[in-house]
Each structure stands twice: as structure tokens, then as C-alpha cells.
């Protein structure tokens, strides 16, 4: 890590799919490091109370909302980004989903489309518009929130969405091979199956019990 990305002070941080789960939870977190976020997401309420929740600890938080899988609507929400906080020097892939017919048997063409689309695509969106800036500062840390089901086959998550995770990691491994000279490194966390809260909300109990279910299956976050 360069010595500038060891502070993370006055730093943008652009959080995609940050209304909910692990988008929300990491952008409280980039928060409370001292980093200016950038909420982008479809749900204009949820990403709402995400800033919130941030705004309660530091004021250096902004709303771009956008479906990441339009790649015009990434763009835009980009050029607000710059305009309001500044360049990106931290992105984190967090939107993401499944659909509950997802298997070979009942998976629909359109289906399998919007997945790819929401799970591999928008990724590329959202890294190709910000690793201009990053080559330019030579510095940059990308964040994809990816899954199990890009390292390993399995059938509860469907074909759609493994192809997209494993495209995703394979994303992220081209990304170190050909961007590490410019100071820009690339992280997938892989996450396993269940329901991911933020600091400020924990799981009820019945959340826990309903915690084996697939939390994809609630769509797009």
C-alpha cells in the first residue's frame, strides 16, 4: 500500500449498492475513517438513510443514484461524484442480486441477461470510470464484493450468477496484472451465503433463523 492510501482522511470512497447489507456497512465504515462517501444505488430511501446514519458522525457524505447496470447512468453519477467530493480513489463494488428462478430448468433469457448485466457489468461500469483518476494520482484501491460462487460451483446460486462472480474475480486478477504498475490495486472479498446487516441495524432474532436463506434472492441491493 503507497503511503498516501494510508489515511484514508478527506479521501473519496464511492460505494456502490450502498442502501443495504455490506454496501451500507462499508460505507459507515469508510465513514468514521475519515473518508468522503458517495452513495450510489436505485433505492433513493434506502441510500437516504445510509447517509443518515453517516451523517450522525461526519458530514462529508453525497447521493448519486443510478442503476449500475446502464453504463450512461454510471457516467452521470460519476461526473456528480467529481463535481461535488472529488475523484474516486476508492471504489467498492457492492450492488449486486439474483432472481429466485434462476436455474437451468426455469431461468428465463432476461433473467439471465439482467444478472449478468447487475453482477459483471456494472463493475466494469463503474471501474472503467474511475481508473483514469487513479492512473493519474497512481494511486487507487477497487473493492468487488464477490461471492463463493465465483471459486466454487454450487447449485444454490444458479448459472447466471456464478458465471458473472467468476467473471468478476477474473476481472479483479486482470486488473492487478495490468494496473498494479500504476499504483491501483484490486480486491474481491468473497462473500459466503446469509444476511449481512450494518453496525447500526443487527439481525433480529427472526432474522437469524431466517439467516440459511438466500439473501440474493431479495434482489437487487
Avoid at 443510478?66 to 450512461?72: H, L, N, W, Y
Avoid at 444478472?115 to 487507487?140: E, S, W
Wanted: hydrophobic share 45%; with cysteine; proline share 4%.
Amino acid at each position: 500500500m503507497s503511503a498516501n492510501m494510508g489515511s484514508l482522511d478527506g479521501r473519496v470512497a464511492w460505494i456502490t449498492g450502498g442502501g443495504s447489507g455490506i454496501g451500507r456497512a462499508c460505507a459507515i465504515a469508510f465513514a468514521r475513517a475519515g473518508a468522503k462517501v458517495a452513495l450510489t444505488g436505485r433505492r433513493i430511501t434506502a441510500l437516504e438513510e445510509t447517509a443518515r446514519l453517516i451523517g450522525g458522525q461526519t458530514g462529508d457524505v453525497m447521493i448519486a443514484s443510478a442503476d449500475v447496470s446502464d453504463g450512461i447512468a454510471v457516467k452521470a453519477a460519476h461526473k456528480a461524484i467529481v463535481t461535488t467530493l472529488g475523484d474516486p480513489l476508492v471504489l467498492v463494488n457492492s450492488a449486486g442480486g439474483n432472481v429466485r428462478e434462476r436455474h437451468w430448468a426455469n431461468l428465463a433469457a432476461a433473467s439471465a441477461a439482467e444478472l449478468i448485466d447487475l453482477d459483471l457489468k456494472a463493475n466494469f461500469y463503474c471501474t472503467l470510470a474511475v481508473l483514469p483518476a487513479m492512473r493519474a494520482q497512481h494511486d487507487g484501491r477497487i473493492v468487488h464484493i464477490a461471492s463463493l460462487a465465483g471459486v466454487a460451483l454450487t447449485p444454490v446460486t444458479g448459472p447466471s450468477y456464478s458465471a458473472s462472480k467468476h467473471g468478476l474475480v477474473a476481472m479483479s486478477a486482470s486488473l492487478n496484472a495490468e494496473e498494479g504498475i500504476h499504483g491501483i490495486r484490486s480486491i474481491c472479498i468473497f462473500a459466503g451465503r446469509g444476511r449481512y446487516a450494518d453496525p447500526q441495524h443487527p439481525p433480529r432474532p427472526a432474522d437469524r433463523r431466517g439467516a440459511r436463506a438466500d439473501a440474493s434472492a431479495r434482489g437487487r441491493r
